[in-house]
């Protein structure tokens, strides 16, 4: 008798799973099929100032003493190592232009943001949370809370999810708009490896990368109930088990990725205008 035929299971980086609910296509062609998507320098950038921003708030947490000069370092660093690819003709923007935004954004971050917060964790390590998506498809979310910290204000814990970009910040204020699923995912997967309850509101920290350097945070509210549902609703999970399950991964021609800069499948794609 033959062994029972099982679909093999995938292992999915936690940090990517919220692109599955902005174009499921486009996530499948990248993480799935692996299409290579080479990045402008304003993502590089955006890369480098995560990479200073974490140096610095890892060190207030480990008391190692790092200082804003030395996480502006770690970014530069990172803007000039090879690893960090990107394409330089897509983006308006030059090196040295691109260096000079980010070190007044991390210094900033660093002097006036990040003192303000009682982080309890950054880029923590998650506990793999396993996905049954029937029919013997298990999908495992494994990896870090990339660019995010986890903390702690009262007696409440919550996530605060740090997004640069050109648009991060609007009339003052994080832009929140599509960041639910993100939150969502590590709010689930602070509790499944914790085995403690996120007991307070999610928080953008936004930091604009185009024009004058600013920093500003929003509020994201219920992101693990969008996730796995509820009150007979189903979640984004629900959604997401299915796709795996049928191998139908659905175009989303009005996603703010849908342009040949940003997404790799765009060529053979036949959904967008
Ligand atoms: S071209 Fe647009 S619709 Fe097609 S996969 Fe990319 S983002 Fe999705």
Request: proline content about 4%; hydrophobic content about 35%.
């Amino acid at each position: 008798m033959n062994a029972p035929e099982y679909l093999p299971s995938l292992t999915v980086r936690a940090s990517s799973w919220a692109g599955l609910f902005d174009c499921a296509y486009r996530w499948e062609g990248i993480h799935l099929l692996k299409l290579r998507n080479v990045v402008g320098l304003r993502a590089a950038l955006g890369t480098a100032i995560h990479a200073g921003t974490a140096v610095f708030d890892q060190s207030r947490l480990d008391g190692t003493g790092l200082t804003a000069d030395d996480a502006a370092g770690a970014m530069v660093d990172t803007l000039r190592d090879p690893e960090n690819e990107f394409d330089p003709t897509r983006d308006d923007i030059t090196i040295s232009e691109a260096e000079r935004v980010g070190l007044t954004l991390v210094s900033k971050y660093c002097i006036e943001v990040s003192p303000r917060y009682d982080f309890v964790a950054v880029e923590m390590e998650t506990k793999p949370l396993d996905i049954d998506c029937g029919s013997g498809v298990i999908v495992r979310l494994t990896g870090t809370m990339d660019r995010a910290r986890i903390r702690r204000q009262g007696d409440g814990v919550g996530i605060a999810d740090l997004k640069s970009g050109s648009a991060a910040v609007q009339k003052g204020a994080a832009v929140t708009k599509g960041h639910g699923p993100q939150i969502g995912t590590y709010e689930l997967l602070y509790e499944h490896t914790t085995g403690q309850p996120i007991t307070d509101d999610a928080e953008i920290i936004g930091l604009k990368t185009k024009g004058a350097a600013e920093i500003g945070t929003g509020t994201i509210r219920n992101a693990k109930r969008v996730m796995v549902g509820g009150d007979g609703a189903p979640g984004l999970i629900e959604f997401a088990a299915e796709m795996f399950k049928t191998g139908r991964f659905y175009p989303n021609p009005k996603s703010l990725l849908c342009s040949e800069k940003y997404c790799p499948r765009y060529a053979t794609c036949r959904f967008h205008d």
